[in-house]
């Protein structure tokens, strides 16, 4: 269990276009979000294995001793990334004192992250390395969430964009990097719930649910067709007009569905005050939306946007989508106020 | 020319479901609207006829000597309703003063009225003669409109419910009455523009929009055979969900078609804080709204409503759909504020 000492980031994720439609065999687009989760591994002599993750409030460091009992036999080789070992994961549960159950953030991330560095830690990133990290990913999202669709660390392996058809995901070879704001409207749902409700009115009006799901498949087509045109011609204002129209068409297609909310209408609302076309992303009821920012979009118009988002309550990021996957960083390569996040030089 | 002494009514129109799908062959329903327009014909001896219509300000008094020489030979056949009489409408355009292309309110209803006027004045209504009212009112929207889809006339005539397809206009034979909130956001529009629009959305992204105009199709079927549910089996709670559901659905898919406006998500946004469910009703963008109101919907209820969306600056009419169509009357069965409104007895 050697650890060389490096930096490594995961970009976040956005549905762009199809969710809910892609529970009933449609196409999604899922894209990397440039809000990147930096990470730290540092090589010890304490003999202790520790993970300190700022951002949940959790701080936990194990002795090396007492982990390594754990592991049954050998480390791990590439093909276990393929399944999750049961036995381990329930050695791990009692060693952490995580119940079969718990869903609680810390504990999950705890158990996620000592099941894959007890498994593996290797370097140097070719395709083959670059697979490995998404199976090991995938290992992670199962312990976490139970039936994962694996879009989340694709997304995060591969970053850019991804079509996501019937559990089958396709990496799309080239797509721009978009500017966008993301907005948290802090508005609390349960997934579960929105997909059910999808499924309830599916359900009891196919006439009136099978052609928006059929609509929603071609808003996702068609927003794959229009990214790639603008990476193999020239970008023109008319590529945006395209983003702009079908992100509002989707966003009434989710009303259509049912999955739509006053914050995400009173979103949409503020942003257009300001020239701007925003959607939700994932579930809807709630949560969070993306707005699309176009390349002449003023500083000044996305800081009074942000400024009147805020007003409504809502937490609000600038960043891109269809940036990188996981990239290894040299420290001079990390923004400053990164580096400070991560502790001591 | 002789003139009976009688009171009739006519009631006003609603698109329940499917404006703007029925421009692109798509079932719509057309609903009577329990706002009357009351016409009291009165035999004098003064040789003059007179029209008086307190609503847009229009008194006019003409010699019936100066009008008999606009009559070519005899007085209208029935099937001369069926076709209009461009030198009829000629002389009049010229003796009113009237020129080609002006389309002013007053204008219209005068031209409107003389020619109906000189061409047929008849009494007591079976079945054929309602034919013949419905293609009278019907040459009564050509002057006025140009190219009506003789929706109104038919509404007006019939009253009920109207299905609407391909042109062809089909009376429902029974529906319920349903009680409304009919909602003036006074938010200008132009029709020829939206309907312009959705031709556009559609030509841009056929693979899109084809499959909402099939959504909206099925929504006026839905609606059609709910509310026939309705006359046929004891109305129930789940009956007025379904027509809820059916109103936010369509409103939805009005604004995947782009002729929503934010003066008609404050409508909906307003009512369902009462727990009350509206879509717009014709071209959007603006323009008039529908909330449906339950039975059991309290009039106090309906009062706050109201009173919030004139708040907002609109005009807010308690009413009912699904009422009679043209009717005769005798006085003493006519509201008293109507009365007044007709002049002295």
């Known amino acids: 269990m050697h650890v060389r000492h490096c930096i490594v980031s995961a970009p976040g994720k956005a549905i762009l276009h199809g969710e809910h439609a892609v529970v009933h065999g449609k196409v999604a687009l899922a894209v990397s979000l440039n809000l990147r989760t930096y990470l730290e591994l540092k090589a010890t002599s304490t003999g202790k294995v520790s993970i300190d993750?700022?951002?949940?409030?959790?701080?936990?460091?194990?002795?090396?001793?007492?982990?390594?009992p754990l592991v049954s036999e050998s480390f791990a080789k590439p093909d276990e990334a393929q399944r999750l070992d049961p036995e381990l994961l329930g050695r791990?549960?009692?060693?952490?004192?995580?119940?079969?159950?718990?869903?609680?953030?810390?504990?999950?991330?705890?158990l996620a992250f000592l099941y894959i560095y007890l498994s593996l830690f290797g370097s140097g990133w070719?395709?083959?390395?670059?697979?490995?990290?998404?199976?090991?990913?995938?290992?992670?999202?199962?312990?976490?969430?139970?039936?994962?669709?694996?879009?989340?660390?694709?997304?995060?392996?591969?970053?850019?964009?991804l079509r996501f058809l019937s559990g089958k995901i396709i990496p799309l070879s080239r797509v721009p990097l978009l500017r966008i704001l993301l907005t948290n409207t802090k508005v609390p749902r349960s997934t579960k719930q929105l997909v059910a409700g999808v499924k309830d009115k599916l359900t009891k009006f196919p006439s009136i649910i099978n052609p928006v799901l059929d609509s929603v498949d071609a808003i996702s087509c068609?927003?794959?067709?229009?990214?790639?045109?603008?990476?193999?011609?020239p970008i023109t204002g008319e590529h945006y007009n395209v983003l702009e129209e079908l992100i509002d068409i989707n966003q009434s297609q989710l009303c259509v569905l049912g999955v739509g909310h006053p914050s995400l209408d009173t979103l949409c609302?503020?942003?257009?005050?300001?020239?701007?076309?925003?959607?939700?992303?994932?579930?809807g009821g709630g949560g969070c939306g993306i707005t699309l920012l176009r390349p002449e979009t003023d500083a000044a118009v996305v800081r009074d946007t942000v400024r009147d988002l805020?007003?409504?309550?809502?937490?609000?990021?600038?960043?891109?989508?269809?940036?990188?996957?996981?990239?290894?960083?040299?420290?001079?390569s990390v923004r400053e106020d990164i580096l400070e996040r991560l502790g001591p030089r």
């Open 126 to 161: 070719c395709q083959e390395d670059m697979e490995l990290i998404n199976s090991w990913a995938f290992q992670g999202e199962r312990i976490i969430h139970g039936n994962p669709s694996g879009v989340d660390n694709a997304v995060g392996t591969w970053g850019g964009m």
């Open 310 to 332: 805020q007003a409504c309550g809502y937490d609000c990021w600038e960043t891109s989508i269809g940036g990188p996957g996981v990239q290894q960083h040299g420290a001079p």
């Open 53 to 68: 993750l700022p951002n949940i409030d959790t701080f936990l460091s194990w002795d090396l001793s007492d982990l390594q």
């Open 222 to 233: 068609t927003c794959e067709k229009t990214l790639a045109e603008m990476t193999s011609e």
């Open 269 to 283: 609302r503020v942003t257009l005050t300001h020239g701007l076309h925003s959607k939700l992303t994932g579930a």
């Open 92 to 110: 791990l549960r009692e060693f952490v004192g995580v119940a079969d159950g718990n869903l609680d953030t810390r504990s999950m991330a705890t």
